[in-house]
């Protein structure tokens, strides 16, 4: 073999990599799982064995954190409630310890979504689960709420029903049929959020009621109208905060549980007879439940008058169930994001041909220094989407068409997706052609830093090596890797015939350092 510079000094046989092959197993009979939802009010974990296709919850914890208590409006968290959920996390890890953790899923939502830093306070907290926490959006968090609902109260078949989460930070709002959520929304607008907005000092009164309730329903109208339209058979409420008003509707012997258009109305009138939020008696209530309660009755009496409500029946599942259920898809051929990859191809009108040779390229590069490289299968898989979703951007203009899909792919709701996960795509996206801005991978966590810029310099390669958007096979393809090290050997004939990729793979000796990665084309 030769640098491209001098002369060849040998000959070499035709080598075909074969494309890579995830060895990651399903999830198998008896295997734990355990799913954390690190909600803007409380942190749960729920632990679960897989036997026999089904979940059977073996334990189960919650902590009231008030996260959302500490957001100090800036886009930072107060120590007391930073120190509050690294605790409760630290306490979850220990029960954790057992649990492979390939089978542990972390999900933030609301609260971090907001922080101006996540990073700052992702990083101490993966430190004391002792596992990786993702952000999701919030129509991410509510197409795992229906999931986790739908799996705890099968619907029946062909019936759509309404699912209302009212958590800590936000609300969600969805509508599906059978498994499958249809319509998803997001508003910022929870039991603590409004509890501190609407009333900053504690203080009730009927006016202050009117005008927050006015505020709230008009926020609500923006999506009102297309879920009436479509309508739904049931209602159900997820959350402890429907939990709770159907329990206190229950002693007040308004329902039997079920939250209704009648029974609402009294309870507000019942709650409003104390002059302040500490002085709150109602049957039923808990003394955990009581600071933040004025906000959540606030949020779903404004979602009865918008939907125009009758009934509301209260759900035992949550976002983390759904989470779990949704481990069982991930890895496999029910793998949620591949559908929404699919579906983002169909949208943007992604050329699938050329897509798929890249992929197979990038599969055959990914094969070949994956143990070198220490990357794994969740790897492969990100590489893939990316090969895929590479040319996206072509849809809002050929100039720059990597930035464009980059934001894309970045700012979307993306089914399936953490935001994390959306970032590495972006970033692969971002940087498969053309220099690699600084900037590029400032928004990973530490932890996902490494492989995502290795990555990065095999879609490079990948989408080089078909530049021409022709079918010709490469004959050689030897690809190695020695720490930052990368060497790519190609069949002499081959290349040569091709003077616009060997300028180009000789150009990406310059442009690879920005990933961190010396790079160094060779013929043999």
Same mark, same amino acid.
Request: glycine residues 8%.
């Given at each position: 073999?030769?640098?491209?510079?001098?002369?060849?000094?040998?000959?070499?046989?035709?080598?075909?990599?074969?494309?890579?092959?995830?060895?990651?197993?399903?999830?198998?009979?008896?295997?734990?799982?355990?799913?954390?939802?690190?909600?803007?009010?409380?942190?749960?974990?729920?632990?679960?064995?897989?036997?026999?296709?089904?979940?059977?919850?073996?334990?189960?914890?919650?902590?009231?954190?008030?996260?959302?208590?500490?957001?100090?409006?800036?886009?930072?968290?107060?120590?007391?409630?930073?120190?509050?959920?690294?605790?409760?996390?630290?306490?979850?890890?220990?029960?954790?310890?057992?649990?492979?953790?390939?089978?542990?899923?972390?999900?933030?939502?609301?609260?971090?979504?907001?922080?101006?830093?996540?990073?700052?306070?992702?990083?101490?907290?993966?430190?004391?689960?002792?596992?990786?926490?993702?952000?999701?959006?919030?129509?991410?968090?509510?197409?795992?709420?229906?999931?986790?609902?739908?799996?705890?109260?099968?619907?029946?078949?062909?019936?759509?029903?309404?699912?209302?989460?009212?958590?800590?930070?936000?609300?969600?709002?969805?509508?599906?049929?059978?498994?499958?959520?249809?319509?998803?929304?997001?508003?910022?607008?929870?039991?603590?959020?409004?509890?501190?907005?609407?009333?900053?000092?504690?203080?009730?009164s009927k006016k202050k009621w009117k005008d927050a309730?006015?505020?709230?329903?008009?926020?609500?109208?923006?999506?009102?109208?297309?879920?009436?339209?479509?309508?739904?058979?049931?209602?159900?409420?997820?959350?402890?905060?429907?939990?709770?008003?159907?329990?206190?509707?229950? /002693? *007040? &012997? %308004?329902?039997?549980?079920?939250?209704? +258009?009648? @029974? $609402?109305?009294?309870?507000?009138? !019942?709650? #409003?007879?104390?002059?302040?939020?500490?002085?709150?008696?109602?049957?039923?209530?808990?003394?955990?439940?009581?600071?933040?309660?004025?906000?959540?009755?606030?949020?779903?009496?404004?979602?009865?008058?918008?939907?125009?409500?009758?009934?509301?029946?209260?759900?035992?599942?949550?976002?983390?169930?759904?989470?779990?259920?949704?481990?069982?898809?991930?890895?496999?051929?029910?793998?949620?994001?591949?559908?929404s990859v699919a579906a983002l191809t169909q949208r943007?009108?992604?050329?699938?041909?050329?897509?798929?040779?890249?992929?197979?390229? /990038? *599969? &055959? %590069?990914?094969?070949?220094?994956?143990? +070198?490289? @220490? $990357?794994?299968?969740?790897?492969? !898989?990100? #590489?893939?989407?990316?090969?895929?979703?590479?040319?996206?951007?072509?849809?809002?203009?050929?100039?720059?068409?990597?930035?464009?899909?980059?934001?894309?792919?970045?700012?979307?709701?993306?089914?399936?997706?953490?935001?994390?996960?959306?970032?590495?795509?972006?970033?692969?996206?971002?940087?498969?052609?053309?220099?690699?801005?600084?900037?590029?991978?400032?928004?990973?966590?530490?932890?996902?830093?490494?492989?995502?810029?290795?990555?990065?310099?095999?879609?490079?390669?990948?989408?080089?090596?078909?530049?021409?958007?022709?079918?010709?096979?490469?004959?050689?393809?030897?690809?190695?890797?020695?720490?930052?090290? $990368?060497?790519?050997?190609?069949? !002499?004939?081959?290349?040569?015939?091709?003077?616009?990729?060997?300028?180009?793979?000789?150009?990406?000796?310059?442009?690879?350092?920005?990933?961190?990665?010396?790079?160094?084309?060779?013929?043999?």
């Amino acid at each position: 073999m030769a640098a491209w510079e001098a002369e060849p000094v040998v000959a070499s046989a035709t080598i075909r990599a074969m494309p890579y092959a995830s060895p990651r197993p399903q999830v198998q009979d008896g295997d734990a799982l355990a799913a954390i939802d690190l909600g803007s009010n409380s942190f749960h974990m729920v632990l679960a064995q897989h036997m026999l296709g089904q979940l059977r919850v073996v334990d189960r914890l919650r902590e009231t954190v008030r996260m959302a208590d500490g957001l100090d409006g800036k886009g930072g968290l107060h120590d007391p409630a930073r120190q509050r959920a690294l605790d409760c996390l630290a306490r979850f890890g220990q029960r954790l310890r057992r649990v492979p953790r390939l089978h542990v899923r972390s999900l933030a939502t609301n609260t971090v979504r907001q922080l101006q830093d996540p990073q700052s306070f992702l990083r101490p907290a993966e430190a004391a689960l002792g596992s990786p926490i993702e952000v999701v959006s919030g129509r991410e968090e509510a197409r795992l709420i229906y999931l986790g609902v739908a799996h705890a109260q099968p619907p029946k078949p062909g019936q759509l029903r309404l699912v209302i989460d009212i958590g800590g930070g936000s609300t969600e709002f969805i509508i599906g049929s059978g498994f499958d959520p249809i319509e998803r929304e997001s508003l910022q607008a929870g039991c603590i959020a409004s509890t501190r907005r609407f009333f900053p000092n504690g203080r009730l009164s009927k006016k202050k009621w009117k005008d927050a309730l006015t505020e709230i329903s008009a926020e609500f109208q923006q999506f009102a109208g297309r879920y009436r339209a479509l309508g739904w058979h049931e209602a159900l409420g997820s959350s402890g905060t429907h939990k709770a008003i159907g329990e206190i509707c229950a /002693a *007040m &012997r %308004l329902t039997k549980g079920a939250i209704t +258009a009648e @029974a $609402l109305p009294q309870l507000r009138e !019942r709650l #409003l007879q104390a002059d302040s939020i500490d002085r709150i008696d109602l049957p039923g209530l808990s003394s955990e439940r009581r600071p933040i309660l004025a906000g959540g009755v606030l949020v779903l009496e404004a979602a009865f008058q918008a939907l125009g409500l009758q009934k509301l029946l209260v759900s035992k599942a949550a976002m983390r169930e759904g989470i779990l259920y949704d481990m069982l898809g991930r890895g496999g051929v029910d793998d949620p994001r591949d559908a929404s990859v699919a579906a983002l191809t169909q949208r943007y009108g992604i050329d699938e041909i050329q897509a798929a040779r890249v992929e197979d390229t /990038a *599969m &055959r %590069l990914f094969a070949q220094v994956a143990g +070198a490289w @220490a $990357l794994d299968d969740d790897d492969a !898989r990100m #590489l893939g989407w990316a090969a895929r979703l590479h040319e996206l951007g072509l849809a809002i203009a050929h100039s720059g068409y990597h930035v464009h899909g980059a934001y894309v792919l970045e700012n979307s709701d993306i089914a399936g997706f953490s935001r994390q996960e959306q970032q590495v795509l972006a970033a692969l996206v971002r940087t498969h052609r053309r220099g690699v801005p600084k900037a590029a991978f400032d928004a990973l966590p530490d932890r996902l830093l490494l492989s995502s810029r290795r990555k990065a310099a095999l879609l490079r390669l990948a989408v080089l090596l078909h530049r021409a958007h022709d079918d010709d096979e490469i004959p050689m393809l030897d690809l190695s890797a020695d720490g930052n090290h $990368l060497q790519l050997v190609l069949e !002499r004939d081959w290349i040569e015939s091709r003077p616009l990729l060997r300028a180009d793979l000789l150009t990406e000796k310059e442009g690879m350092p920005g990933l961190g990665i010396e790079f160094q084309p060779m013929v043999a």
